[in-house]
């Protein structure tokens, strides 16, 4: 079995009707006279007596020229060239009519109908021929027109399969990624963790999470991943796997001793932990933020890192809203960035929210960013609420103030509430 290109079987079959002329006349003489010279520059030739005659043929061949006579009696050549127009087929014929009409009004009833050019009668065999160079070029035009866009579709087809295995291998790896953050609450008894996270596309760089250390200590920890999509998401998921309360033995805030026991490490030695990582073994041009903090259950006492992210912000039970940390390089960047230990205390029904820049950098219509005084007031607001309510509350906020629920950036946060 013989399989031909279907795109250049087309070709060559318009190719060929480019060369058919089909000749319309009533005079035998003038069909003959015509037929003769265009047979002699090359062209297949059919003749029809009349309009009728005429729309038969094209209704079973395609042409790539008509040269129709104006005055035939019964359907006339505008009229004819009208119905030609209107057949359903996929090339183009160019019609040509042949008057001795020279009103502006009459020609203007030719365009109308469809005509592509007109030849005055008697016709001159040099100003046909170059007539029909004309439209040839024309016709020649069209079928390369004809043939990219057969090309472009082609090409968006496949793009548009190759997108939709995209999206859908997208769709999964969303599911996947929210598995990272499976809990978005964790009761440790004298502490609660709630948990929050929005990517703003199928996948994101943010990642939130909390873990016991030991009976007295629980940790959380906010991360933001520079970039956005599918990198910035598979380095999430091996960020997670280092920051496991699952495998403490992976777990990235813990540390072999000596005599075989197994101790946290302070917050900022982690964030040093974590810059050798990337710079020794993960080796890749990305970089992360990262707010870690560990709470002590029965004093309250906090110590907490941060290495490029934004100001942990401590909810104090009557209200008042303070910032904590002391700054720090982001993690990934600089050999031998210094990272240093900042403290605090919360009181029975304090809270400690860390959030990704998706907050505090989210534009409004105006073009101005929340901030963190924007994100203070709305944590004022919102301060009565239960914090899991608080987080989604502050979500519709933040989608009010930004005009649209479509961040520009992930949007995540973690709110330790200690209530012993």
Aim: aromatic share 8%; proline share 4%; net charge negative.
């Amino acid at each position: 079995m013989q399989v031909h290109d279907v795109g250049s079987m087309n070709e060559k079959h318009e190719e060929a009707a480019a060369f058919r002329v089909l000749v319309v006349d009533d005079s035998r003489a003038q069909r003959h006279i015509l037929a003769m010279y265009l047979r002699k520059w090359g062209y297949e030739v059919l003749e029809a007596a009349s309009g009728e005659e005429a729309l038969a043929f094209c209704a079973t061949m395609p042409m790539g020229f008509v040269i129709s006579d104006w005055m035939m009696p019964g359907m006339s050549g505008v009229e004819f060239c009208r119905k030609f127009k209107a057949l359903p087929r996929d090339d183009y014929g160019y019609f040509i009519l042949l008057t001795s009409k020279s009103e502006k009004s009459e020609i203007a009833d030719g365009l109308l109908a469809g005509a592509d050019d007109f030849v005055p009668k008697p016709v001159g065999s040099d100003e046909l021929r170059a007539r029909l160079r004309a439209g040839q070029r024309i016709l020649s035009m069209r079928a390369e027109l004809v043939e990219k866009n057969r090309l472009i579709a082609s090409n968006m087809r496949e793009l548009q399969a190759l997108y939709d295995s995209l999206d859908r291998d997208l769709v999964e790896a969303r599911k996947l990624q929210q598995t990272l953050v499976r809990e978005r609450f964790r009761d440790f008894g004298p502490a609660t963790a709630s948990l929050m996270i929005r990517s703003s596309g199928h996948v994101g760089g943010d990642l939130v999470g909390s873990f016991q250390i030991d009976d007295r200590r629980v940790a959380v920890y906010s991360v933001d991943v520079s970039g956005h999509g599918v990198a910035s998401a598979m380095m999430t998921a091996r960020l997670a796997g280092y920051l496991s309360g699952t495998s403490p033995d992976q777990n990235l805030a813990f540390q072999h001793l000596p005599d075989g026991t197994r101790d946290a490490r302070r917050p900022s030695e982690i964030a040093r932990a974590f810059n050798r990582l990337m710079l020794e073994d993960i080796q890749v041009e990305q970089y992360f933020t990262m707010a870690y903090a560990e709470l002590d259950l029965r004093t309250g006492d906090v110590v907490l890192v941060q290495a490029g992210h934004p100001h942990p912000m401590v909810l104090r039970a009557g209200g008042r809203v303070e910032l904590a940390g002391t700054g720090g390089l982001p993690i990934g960047l600089i050999p031998d960035a210094g990272y240093e230990d900042s403290y605090l205390t919360l009181a029975p029904g304090d809270r400690l929210f860390l959030m990704s820049d998706g907050l505090t950098e989210c534009p409004g219509p105006e073009g101005f960013d929340l901030g963190e005084e924007g994100l203070a007031r709305m944590l004022r607001r919102l301060n009565g609420l239960e914090s899991p309510e608080l987080l989604e509350t502050l979500v519709w906020d933040l989608a009010e103030f930004a005009g649209t629920d479509h961040f520009a950036d992930d949007v995540s946060g973690v709110l330790l509430d200690y209530r012993r």
